[in-house]
């Protein structure tokens, strides 16, 4: 399990990540594993608003 700190430094830089791709479209050369993750970030999102 990971501490508080930890999952607040990972969410930043998913948040981070995030921006960064929507700049420059780098999500389409990030690894499988950051692209699944980021998905995943915005389903959770999605599956909150409804």
Do not use: Y
């Not at 990972?10 to 700049?23: D, F, L």
């Amino acid at each position: 399990m990971a501490t508080e700190k930890q999952r607040a430094a990972a969410r930043k830089n998913i948040k981070k990540a995030a921006a960064a791709a929507k700049q420059k479209r780098t999500i389409a050369h990030l690894p499988k594993a950051t692209r699944t993750a980021l998905g995943k970030e915005g389903a959770k999102g999605r599956a909150k608003k409804s």
